[in-house]
């Protein structure tokens, strides 16, 4: 009995140490309480820099660079992620040793930058190893999924309940024409985003700086779409143009023409809804299920509104929706231009001034749905666009002030 009291209260003590042991988790920790997210935050840093200066032709400093990433860092890390996956420690250190042998070969730039990007993949995997993606970030991806299906196909729909309205007062066998163009358009779509994705893993340049070029090109595009007034002048020419077309495919009975105009309305909705959802994949990394749930719930609730605009004939508050939607995207078009200049700095096309230890480190999928990371460089081109926004929004405020205050005395006159 005295055997056995012995034996469970040296059972509990062996417990009560386990459980006190330390352990690798979201936070880091290890043996040595090693911080893991810090540590791979820190061999991007050095990644960075060395893909820079081996484009400038530095190799000596680049592979001094690519190196210390590896011992300074990478070596810290191996004990705790052995114990958690042996086979991806031994794979991370062969894509190591690749990096430097070509790097010390004198490898072409392109080639180099390969490498450093099997390495990137690579510490994606330790990351959700040892921190949660948390409830944030997937939140903001759900978010900004649902807002760009939702404001670019409300937009479609605006069009489509237009032009068939306007024809109904000439040629209601055309509107069986219109439809037809409206599915092309979706087919064209779908097709165009899986063109974007095919063009990303085959071209010849690095993925980086492709991913970079669609992340400016979304912000260009969300820039010029943005503000409700721009954007309301845009949809009445684009109204009178679209109008002008179906009266002349009208007057010819041309069918074909008619199916254009179908396509041509909603094709250009869908082309940027392609664009925006690809920026938006390269931001949400870990959590693209998410923009799936977004982008779903967001076909619903257009599903909704579609049918009340083009069947019940309701009313909605088109214009209310519309302004807090370009709010979210200029927010979004800030995450995608920090995005992508993030991307030329891995690619060492630009530089990187590392700010680590100067600027609070966002948590890993919050800082890649962001586009917040710890460089001038990126923080300083989303500060840019978000004082251009500003003063824009501040502009167009007064203007709409000034307008009221100049009316009211007239309306009194009159």
Known sequence: MKFITTFIILGALALLALMGAPRATAQGGGPSDVSVPAETEAIRDLLQQSMRAYRLNDFQNAYKLSRAAYLDHFEIIEIPLRVLDADLTLDMEYR?????????????????????HTVRDGLNEIDAMFSDVGVLAPALAAGASFT?????????????AALLGYMQTGMRR?????????GLAFVATVITWLLLRFIIQVAPVGRELLEAVISFIAVGVLFWVSFWLVNRLDHQRWMEFLR??????????SALGLIAIGFTAVYREGFET????EALLGLSNRAEIFVLFGFVAGLAALGVVAWLILRAGQKLPI???MFAAVIIVMLLSVAFVGKGVQELQESGL???????????????????????????ETLTAQVILLSVYGIGLGLMWWKSRHTMNMSAPMQEAG
């Open 244 to 253: 002008a077309r179906a009266w002349s495919a009208m007057a010819t009975g």
């Open 319 to 321: 214009r209310t929706f």
């Open 274 to 277: 392609a664009l925006f959802y």
């Open 96 to 116: 190591f040793a690749d990096l430097r042998t070509k790097m010390q070969a004198g490898a072409p730039a392109a080639q180099v930058e390969q490498s450093i």
């Open 350 to 376: 630009i530089n990187a001034t590392s700010l680590i230890g100067v600027f609070p480190r966002l948590p890993r999928p919050l800082a890649e749905f962001t586009g917040i990371h710890p460089t001038v």
């Open 148 to 160: 760009i299906i939702f404001r670019e196909g409300l937009e479609a729909v605006l069009v489509i």
């Open 174 to 182: 055309g509107r069986r024409y219109i439809f037809i163009g409206v």
